[in-house]
């Protein structure tokens, strides 16, 4: 089975733009976690999404948002982007919200 | 609140010889304690849990976990290290207070550096 995918892998953006990132679960699994891990950090809670549903939400601004589709997959969106937005976002899916999270390999952000 | 706290940044260790990285946790209740391996430009990769039972976890790669409750640890242990074993660990406790909905996102300690030399 294919694990979890992210796409991109790589993004460079400038100051004040928009991006959108996206995730695909691994079959079956119903809710997808966002993470942002900063260099030299631990990842952050973002987001958590089950069944379409928002479950949970971190300490981030309202410019950072996400949805999930039908298929479960899902986007993170972050407007008005800032130099402290350049991260690693690693998306994680579970069969259900609270078993244990498989990740993807991360789209890596850099905000110029 | 809850935490997990990685005393460490970075751990060396020949090759051959056992490796102890280690956690401490904050939690109020149960625990349900993980931890997670990270390769270089690649996410992070399940290891273990702790949920109920036996305070020794075992997990993939051949790496465990003591879980002891009185000293509120969760040390990963493994008998013998190999190079390849060289990565970033992560010790993450589940968020079980966020009942704004979500039981299930993870508290994640800062990372510890694995360095095994042959």
């Known amino acids: 089975d294919a694990g979890v995918t992210q796409s991109p892998t790589h993004l460079i953006k400038t100051r004040g733009q928009q991006v959108t990132l996206r995730c695909s679960p691994i079959s079956g699994h119903k809710s997808v976690s966002w993470y942002q891990q900063v260099l030299g950090q631990g990842p952050q809670f973002i987001f958590q999404?089950?069944?379409?549903?928002?479950?949970g939400r971190g300490n981030f601004p309202d410019r950072f948002s996400a949805r999930q589709f039908p298929n479960y997959s899902s986007e993170l969106n972050v407007n008005a982007l800032l130099l402290g937005d350049s991260a690693l976002y690693l998306c994680a899916s579970s069969l259900e919200g609270w078993n244990e999270q498989y990740f993807g390999p991360g789209t890596r952000l850099t905000v110029t | 609140a809850q935490s997990v706290a990685q005393p460490e940044d970075q751990v060396n260790v020949a090759e051959g010889n056992p490796l102890t990285v280690k956690c401490t946790y904050s939690v109020s209740g149960n625990p349900y304690l993980f931890w997670y391996v990270q390769y270089p430009n690649r996410g992070l990769q399940f290891l273990l849990k702790y949920i109920t039972g036996d305070n020794l976890v075992k997990g993939s790669y051949g790496f465990e976990a003591e879980f002891n409750k009185s000293q509120t640890s969760f040390h990963l242990k493994k008998p013998s290290a190999l190079v390849s074993d060289s990565a970033l660990y992560f010790c993450a406790v589940r968020d079980i207070l966020n009942y704004g909905g979500s039981q299930g996102n993870l508290i994640f300690g800062k990372g510890t550096k694995l360095s095994v030399k042959p």
């Open positions: 999404y089950y069944e379409k549903e928002e479950r």
